[in-house]
């Protein structure tokens, strides 16, 4: 089975632009997940959607961060405009349902930095 | 706001020797999931314990859930290089949301 595709892998632009980021989760998974890591950080969840609609978007910078799931299969989110602080790689996982203890599986990330 | 603290952040040991890794919080989880993460992936799902005492074998790793469901060990017998990466842990909650630790970086040298 296909693993959740991200793009691009990295990133670079100057503070005050935009950027996106694209998210393809696993086929058949309901229920998608965005976090930031920072350097040395655990993952912090920005936004949980179950198909198309936002289950949990507490912790999203919503000044400056928008993410959506329009058809509920992948996903963007995207950042205008960047701060420095915003340099991290921002993960995607999917899971089957929204159930408690389901497996999350992760993409590989998109490196952001900000210069 | 829940969180976790996971000690120790960084670990340089010997192959061959043991170690344990702790995750602790003052909140009450439903799960304690681990994670390991190599540079430039996501994290990968190693176990997921759901019961309080909980203890899953995984080869060479032992984990283990607390009775009062805030705290877990990652216990690693006769480490070996491959073992290196970044281990994680995370609290679920109502909806299947994540609430992850720090981290720690853990170095097995051959």
């Known amino acids: 089975e296909a693993g959740v595709a991200q793009s691009p892998r990295y990133k670079i632009i100057e503070k005050r632009q935009s950027v996106a980021f694209w998210c393809n989760p696993i086929?058949?998974?309901?229920?998608l997940y965005w976090y930031q890591q920072i350097l040395g950080q655990g993952p912090k969840l920005l936004i949980q959607f179950q198909n198309n609609g936002v289950v949990d978007d507490s912790q999203l910078p919503k000044d400056r961060f928008s993410a959506e799931r329009l058809k509920g299969v992948d996903s963007t989110l995207k950042i205008q405009p960047a701060k420095l602080e915003d340099s991290a790689v921002y993960l995607c996982?999917?899971?089957?349902?929204?159930?408690?203890?389901?497996?999350?599986?992760f993409g590989d990330g998109t490196r952001l930095s900000i210069l | 706001t829940q969180l976790l603290e996971q000690s120790p952040q960084f670990l340089s040991i010997q192959e061959g020797e043991n170690l344990t890794v702790y995750c602790n919080s003052s909140s009450v989880f439903s799960s304690l999931q681990w994670y390991r993460q190599e540079p430039g992936e996501g994290p990968v799902l190693l176990v997921t314990v759901v019961t309080g005492g909980e203890v899953k074998k995984l080869k060479r790793l032992t984990f283990q859930f607390g009775d009062a469901r805030k705290d877990s060990s990652l216990h690693i017998t006769a480490a070996q290089p491959g073992d290196t990466g970044l281990y994680l842990c995370?609290?679920?909650?109502?909806?299947?949301?994540?609430?992850f630790g720090g981290g720690t970086r853990l170095m097995v040298k051959p």
């Open positions: 995370a609290g679920g909650g109502a909806g299947n949301m994540l609430t």
């Open positions: 086929s058949g998974h309901a229920t």
């Open positions: 996982a999917s899971s089957l349902t929204p159930s408690s203890n389901q497996p999350q599986h």
